[in-house]
Structures are given as structure tokens and as C-alpha cells.
């Protein structure tokens, strides 16, 4: 069964949408994009808070960027994983522990041209900051 375009998925709407189909709703978003869940524990609450992000691969690893759009601070979601970088990840109805890492310079150059593959805007995005945009390798627990 093919899966359903989500590009109108936002949000809140996105994770309930992807959890509630194992990403038959959620997984497939704008420009060919492929998303996965994010949940890390809030760094004041507590709490898990979970986050659709654009995703990439590298090896058995998974990919995302840090851009917030290219904010001058990190999105909420990445200053949680640098206080608890255990986190959970569901790529479409599998959901495992991962471990979350900022990946090194080296290791960033390439890994950024393949996350700029997937979504050509972290080029621009990367232009509008004075901040370092981080890359995020995702490694299964």
C-alpha cells in the first residue's frame, strides 16, 4: 500500500498523524522528503517531547539537522539531546532507543551535502546564521 503524502502536516498534528498509521501518514512529506520522530526528554520538565524532522541515512545510522529554519539559537529539541542524548526515535512503525551525537567536522562535511540532497534549503538556511548549524548522527541502541 503506498503511503500517503503528509507536506500538510505540521507539528502536533504531524506526530499523531505518523504515530496513529506507522508513518503510512507522516513519513512521506514536501519535495520528496522522508521524516521520522524525534522524542528527547525536555531538559527543564522533563517531559518527552517528540518532533518530526527531516531525515537522511549514513550506513545503519540516521541523519537530521539542527537548523530551526536557520534561527540564531538551536531548535529546543537539540539543546534537550545535548542535557540526555538518549533518545527515541521512530522511523515508520519502527520505533528502537538511539543514541544522539553531534557529528564531528569531519564527519559533518559529507554527511551535510547528503542532508542538503534532501532538503536543499539547510544551504540557505546555513547562510541566514552566524551560528554553526549542527549535524546529528542518530546511532541505534
Known sequence: MARQDASHL???????????TGGELGHDWKKGTSILLLTTKGRKTGQPRTTPLIYGTAGEDYVIVASKGGADEP???????????????QVLDDRFTAHARTATPDEKVQLWERMVAEWPDYDAYQESTDREIPVVVLERR
Request: glycine letters at 8%; aromatic letters at 16%; hydrophobic letters at 25%.
Open 10 to 20: 505540521f507539528g502536533d498534528e504531524h506526530v499523531r498523524s505518523y504515530r496513529e
Open 75 to 89: 531548535p529546543g529539541w537539540y539543546a534537550n539531546l545535548q542535557s540526555e542524548p538518549e533518545v527515541e526515535v
